[in-house]
């Protein structure tokens, strides 16, 4: 083994093991392994940027961006409501949910989708008195199945593509994953309906837990005639720094003060509402400074919004401490509580360090609609848009003119790229898409990971790295020949994507399995296509795929439930897909 492969593999034991602990930001681990190997003089300068210059890269943020002016239109949003009915009974609600958030997601990014669904399948569920938990599995599973159907369905497929091109490899057409996307989604709504939904754990509901208990975090207060608190600032008081609570916000009359500054003034019957480790309450109420606990909670009143959102994948959120976000400052809203893994989080508030998936309480105050409107840091998931005011004609054009160039490509008239430029300038030229509007709708992250991703897959071919692991798999699944190939690289590619991002195992496979294919002096179609199915099966864990990440924290999912679930529907998939590829390909 070369001096070159163990830098290699070094820097894969790195990646694998930082993205898994989330130890650093995802596109920051990409960064330091790719300077590792220009360092090493494993890869040139050239070599390690050649990743921003493919072309695929530029239509996955290209699709973004057009993906972020469809869902501010709230067309999608509008079809949803028509399709998922109040009235429907549980199993035709699954069933037209499973349909249309498969279909919808085969064309447009399934993130946002999920996110923009959360909501309204919650809130349905809650009229249902239906946990949001037999549902958003479903959902987030119906997204992934979508995803694989078509070429730009996931960005995972386009980082295939782009890493076969870079390779001399012909492009895949947009519906070449359909032979086998469809077959697999198929099966996925068969097994959901029949086997899945029964395997769904019925949990609490988060929200309405916290409306239920809500003294488990946060007390009221109210300042008492003559208490010594009257005429000082908050500072003054000393209730910047409770030990064990933090102050929320205050009630004056009908007015709502928050985030509370550390100026304002304290007044007679002031209402304070503290957050945190609520037992500590006793202090505050024992002391002699003059506050009481009143019968009643304002939050019944209508003076505070409880919204629960999801840090995201990519958030700036992560490995920092709550108090060390400025979140009131950012946000105008307070944080309540964070749950993980199903469970609120015992503590200060401030000290807990948030991760990705992680579902807080917010108090919001009345700016934080239109702060929260763009930011990428977390999932709004409690709150249904308003459908009211969606501009239908602009909403349809947008929408069905992003179809005709997805037609226009699939006939072979216009290419994928161009069709999305000269609709993305046509958006931008009537101002239908503000162009201020475009850098929003970029994912930066996504972008420095897909493009570094590739120099990962040169330094692995580079190296020789791909053809020694090539050379195991092929040994061990030897007697089933190219078969065994096929399979070796799919579960492989499978096991990398269930523990660390569909993308990272994506660029550590595709080379092996290029090499495979060689090996067996095969075409490399099928065995790369094994790789991009399998790269986006993630059903086992909730951190293999955002979308599970998503509705791990609002279905309060355990993480057996996902194993229990996703298992079954997995190893069904990757029969199906190893199946398909073997027989149309190489029989």
């Known amino acids: 083994m070369s001096f070159d492969i163990l830098v290699l593999f070094s820097v894969l034991v790195f ?32 070599e390690a940027l050649s990743g921003f210059s493919n072309k695929q ?21 509008y079809y949803f409501s028509k399709i998922l009915r109040e009235k429907d009974s549980y199993n035709t609600f699954l069933s037209k949910m499973i349909v249309s958030v498969s279909s919808i997601s085969a064309f447009l990014n399934n993130t946002p989708i999920v996110a923009m669904l959360i909501p309204y399948v919650s809130e349905w569920g809650r009229k249902k008195n239906i946990s949001p938990s037999k549902l958003l599995i479903p959902l987030s599973y119906a997204a992934i199945l979508g995803g694989t159907i078509t070429l730009i369905g996931t960005s995972t ?58 003294k488990e975090y946060l007390v009221e207060t109210k300042i008492n005639k003559n208490s010594k608190l009257i005429g000082k600032t908050v500072l003054q008081a000393n209730l910047r720094n409770l030990k064990g609570l933090f102050l929320a916000e205050i009630i004056r009359q009908d007015r709502r003060i928050a985030p509370v500054s550390p100026t304002e003034t304290l007044e007679e019957n002031d209402i304070l509402i503290f957050v945190g480790d609520t037992k500590a309450i006793s202090y505050l109420v024992e002391s ?23 840090i995201s994948y990519n958030s700036s959120l992560i490995n920092k401490k709550v108090r060390d976000t400025d979140f009131r400052g950012k946000f105008d809203a307070a944080i309540l509580a964070v749950h993980r893994n199903g469970e609120k989080l015992s503590g200060k508030i401030g000290e807990i360090v948030l991760k990705p998936g992680d579902l807080l309480l917010l108090l919001v105050g009345k700016d934080f609609w239109k702060r929260a409107e763009d930011t990428t840091d977390f999932y709004i ?24 160039v997805i037609l226009l490509s699939t006939l072979k008239i216009l290419p994928l ?24 709708g970029i994912d930066i992250n996504l972008a420095v990971i897909a493009a570094l991703s590739i120099s990962i897959g040169k330094a692995m071919i580079i190296t020789g790295a791909a053809n020694l692991i090539a050379s195991y798999i092929n040994s061990l699944f030897l007697p089933l020949g190219v078969l065994g190939g096929i399979i070796g690289v799919y579960l492989i590619t499978n096991v990398l994507t269930e523990f660390i991002t569909n993308i990272a195992a994506a660029s550590i496979a595709f080379p092996v399995a290029l090499s495979a294919a060689q090996y067996y002096g095969v075409e490399p179609y099928p065995f790369i296509l094994a790789v991009a199915y399998g790269a986006s099966a993630s059903f086992i864990t909730p951190i293999g795929y955002q979308t599970n990440l998503m509705v791990y924290a609002a279905g309060s999912y355990k993480f057996k439930d996902f194993f229990k679930i996703g298992l079954p529907l997995s190893i069904g998939y990757a029969i199906i897909c190893i199946f398909i590829l073997y027989i149309f390909y190489l029989k």
């Open 288 to 310: 002699d400074i003059g506050l009481s606990l009143p019968d009643f909670c304002n939050l019944e009143n209508g003076y505070s919004e409880i919204v629960e959102v999801v």
């Open 15 to 46: 990646l694998i093991y930082s993205l898994y602990t989330e130890k650093f930001h995802p596109a920051a681990v990409f960064l330091i392994s790719v300077s590792i190997l220009v360092i090493f003089g494993i890869l040139k300068p050239e």
């Open 57 to 77: 890269v530029a239509i996955i943020i290209l699709l973004l961006i057009v993906s972020s002016a469809i869902q501010k239109t709230g067309i999608v949003s």
């Open 157 to 214: 497929n386009l980082i295939v593509n782009g890493f076969a091109v870079e390779s001399g490899l012909k492009a895949f057409d947009i519906f070449d994953f359909a032979y086998v996307g469809i077959p697999a989604t198929i099966f996925g709504f068969i097994y959901m309906l029949v086997l899945g939904k029964e395997l769904l754990p019925d949990r609490e509901d988060i929200l309405k837990t916290f409306l239920q208990r809500k």
């Open 417 to 440: 790229f161009s069709g999305l430029l000269i609709f993305l300038s046509f958006l931008i030229i009537t101002r239908i898409f503000p162009y201020s509007e475009i850098k929003k």
């Open 381 to 404: 998931i409690s709150k249904v848009r308003d459908i009211s005011n969606i501009d239908l004609k602009k909403g349809n054009l947008v929408f069905w003119g992003f179809i005709f």
